[in-house]
């Protein structure tokens, strides 16, 4: 899954895109700067999608939790951090909002957020998670985020939860060096992965839980003293797949961090550990390498056939739900199903080009959702009700 720099979908990268070598897309804030211009640019991916060997929709993700990490314009609905929303510690308000991100960002093509964050902030001085935990406590951290979850889900949007298996006590910050934790497995048992347990649980209304989890780059010395999280067997295979049953898909965080040394064999673990995507999210020349360096280890069966077709199929049933067809972005607001509307890629293949006026339909119907009054009433009912309790 790759970022690039710019508006605009550089040519590079839709070439990529069209042979077939990206399966997917991450965008930041340096590619968002309007609710048209996304759409457009989202258009144009899976257009070039569309050509591609596979003829399979693009998943299309972004870093949509709200507070400071928000990747979108300010013409979109914008939601404050998760320890607003812990502050106020109403599970129901959190999901609606969690729907309305949802229906904003499937408004303009995206179909994953990576959201939402289930560390506890145990340590204070962890400030790469700060405000985007809930709080404190595991108990509140897994119903706020089983509800945002929810939301995002029957809103025609995969979540995932990160970062696995908790990073809440630890200082360093992985997006510039490889942090760690004196945690066992026993304390991970019983505060750091209630909340993943309860994202992963079929409890949710959700079947099977969390469409996505993410891993963190993050040595647990004493559960796996090689490897970070993110590139450990331990982990991925035997604690979140074997202990948890966590059957969907597994992303690592993006292997340009400062905490990942060489993108490309860390690529090749990641998938041998048991993820199935791998996040580089700016390098072009990092993502050649690793997608050459992950073709030679499924030739050489480094990467077992059968763990390929395995992940391909974890991937395949997120994509057939949340990646849907373009004509059907739009039709996944409050009391429609994810996926509904009528077939862009059809069985015999995609059409050559989007039929005529189908642009500007989506855009019609983007204006009518994107920063409508009512995402914009339950912004005001949030931040009214963490007015009373500040007693302003």
Same mark, same amino acid.
Request: with cysteine.
């Given at each position: 899954?790759?970022?690039?720099?710019?508006?605009?979908?550089?040519?590079?990268?839709?070439?990529?895109?069209?042979?077939?070598? +990206?399966?997917?897309?991450?965008?930041? %804030?340096r590619?968002i700067?309007?609710v048209?211009? $996304?759409?457009?640019?989202?258009?144009?991916?899976?257009?070039?999608?569309?050509?591609?060997?596979?003829?399979?929709?693009?998943? =299309?993700g972004?870093?949509?939790?709200?507070?400071? @990490?928000?990747?979108?314009?300010?013409?979109? $609905?914008?939601?404050?951090?998760?320890?607003?929303?812990?502050?106020?510690?109403?599970?129901?308000?959190?999901?609606? *909002?969690?729907?309305?991100?949802?229906?904003?960002?499937? &408004?303009?093509? @995206?179909?994953?957020?990576?959201?939402?964050?289930?560390?506890?902030? $145990?340590?204070?001085?962890?400030? @790469?998670?700060?405000?985007?935990?809930?709080?404190?406590?595991?108990?509140?951290?897994?119903?706020?985020?089983?509800? @945002? /979850?929810? #939301?995002?889900q029957? #809103?025609?949007?995969?979540?995932? +939860?990160?970062?696995?298996?908790? /990073?809440?006590?630890?200082?360093?910050?992985?997006?510039?060096?490889?942090?760690?934790?004196?945690?066992?497995?026993?304390?991970?048992?019983?505060?750091?992965? =209630?909340?993943?347990?309860? +994202?992963?649980?079929?409890?949710?209304s959700? !079947?099977?839980?969390?469409?996505?989890?993410?891993?963190?780059?993050?040595?647990f010395?004493?559960?796996?003293?090689?490897?970070? &999280?993110?590139?450990s067997?331990?982990?991925?295979?035997?604690?979140?797949?074997?202990?948890?049953?966590?059957?969907?898909?597994?992303?690592?965080?993006?292997?340009?961090?400062?905490?990942?040394?060489? !993108?490309?064999?860390?690529?090749?673990?990641?998938?041998?550990?048991?993820?199935?995507?791998?996040?580089? *999210?700016?390098?072009?020349?990092?993502?050649?390498?690793?997608?050459?360096? =992950?073709?030679?280890a499924?030739? $050489?069966?480094?990467?077992?056939?059968?763990?390929?077709?395995?992940?391909?199929?974890?991937?395949?049933?997120?994509?057939?739900?949340?990646?849907?067809?373009?004509?059907?972005?739009l039709?996944?607001? !409050?009391?429609?199903?994810?996926?509904?509307? %009528?077939s862009y890629y059809?069985?015999?293949? !995609?059409?050559?080009?989007?039929?005529?006026?189908?642009?500007?339909?989506?855009r019609?119907?983007?204006?009518?959702?994107?920063? *409508?009054?009512?995402?914009?009433?339950?912004?005001?009912?949030?931040?009214?009700?963490?007015?009373?309790?500040?007693?302003?």
């Amino acid at each position: 899954m790759a970022g690039f720099e710019g508006v605009k979908a550089p040519p590079d990268l839709l070439d990529q895109i069209r042979a077939g070598r +990206a399966g997917g897309v991450i965008l930041f %804030s340096r590619n968002i700067e309007s609710v048209e211009q $996304t759409l457009e640019l989202t258009h144009s991916l899976q257009s070039a999608a569309a050509d591609s060997p596979r003829r399979a929709p693009l998943l =299309i993700g972004i870093d949509q939790e709200g507070g400071r @990490v928000s990747r979108v314009s300010p013409d979109f $609905t914008l939601f404050p951090a998760a320890r607003v929303f812990g502050r106020i510690g109403d599970p129901d308000l959190a999901r609606r *909002c969690a729907g309305a991100v949802a229906a904003e960002l499937r &408004a303009v093509g @995206v179909n994953w957020n990576f959201a939402p964050v289930l560390d506890i902030l $145990t340590n204070p001085a962890c400030t @790469v998670i700060g405000d985007r935990a809930y709080g404190e406590e595991a108990g509140a951290a897994a119903a706020m985020g089983a509800a @945002v /979850i929810t #939301g995002l889900q029957a #809103g025609g949007v995969a979540a995932a +939860a990160k970062h696995f298996p908790g /990073i809440g006590d630890m200082a360093p910050d992985p997006h510039e060096t490889l942090p760690a934790s004196g945690l066992s497995l026993e304390d991970l048992r019983g505060r750091e992965l =209630i909340p993943f347990r309860a +994202a992963v649980s079929s409890e949710t209304s959700n !079947p099977g839980g969390v469409a996505s989890v993410m891993v963190a780059h993050a040595v647990f010395g004493r559960i796996d003293p090689e490897r970070p &999280a993110s590139l450990s067997s331990r982990l991925i295979k035997e604690l979140l797949r074997g202990e948890l049953g966590f059957g969907g898909v597994v992303v690592t965080d993006d292997l340009d961090m400062g905490a990942i040394e060489n !993108p490309a064999e860390a690529a090749v673990a990641g998938l041998r550990a048991g993820a199935d995507i791998v996040l580089i *999210c700016r390098s072009g020349k990092d993502q050649e390498q690793a997608h050459e360096r =992950i073709s030679r280890a499924i030739r $050489t069966e480094e990467i077992p056939a059968r763990e390929e077709e395995e992940s391909l199929g974890r991937i395949g049933l997120m994509r057939d739900r949340y990646a849907g067809d373009a004509s059907s972005w739009l039709k996944s607001g !409050p009391g429609s199903s994810p996926g509904s509307g %009528s077939s862009y890629y059809s069985e015999s293949g !995609p059409s050559s080009s989007p039929e005529e006026g189908h642009l500007d339909r989506l855009r019609e119907k983007m204006k009518q959702m994107v920063g *409508c009054s009512a995402h914009r009433g339950l912004l005001d009912e949030v931040m009214a009700r963490i007015a009373a309790l500040e007693g302003v």
